[in-house]
């Protein structure tokens, strides 16, 4: 398992016409199976490499690019 992100006020505040996007993707991330969630995590929060980040998750290169691409596109299709 992996920690989530924590949904507290962000210390920049935001222009109002984001948070429809911003609650979209939340919601998006929310739903997405706990292998493409992490697969996600490991890249875009925690900011490893394809190759760092397919190591800590104990899967090869390929499969975890794939899980981190359908990850990306079923949050693209969600708020588009």
Do not use: M, N
Request: proline share 10%; aromatic share 6%.
């Amino acid at each position: 398992a992996f920690p989530r992100p924590r949904r507290s006020a962000p210390t920049d505040p935001r222009p109002a016409e984001h948070e429809p996007f911003e609650t979209a993707v939340r919601h998006a991330t929310d739903r997405l199976p706990l292998d493409q969630a992490h697969a996600l995590w490991l890249v875009d929060v925690c900011g490893l490499t394809y190759a760092e980040a397919a190591a800590e998750a104990g899967i090869p290169l390929k499969r975890f690019a794939k899980r981190l691409h359908t990850a990306r596109t079923t949050i693209r299709k969600a708020v588009s």
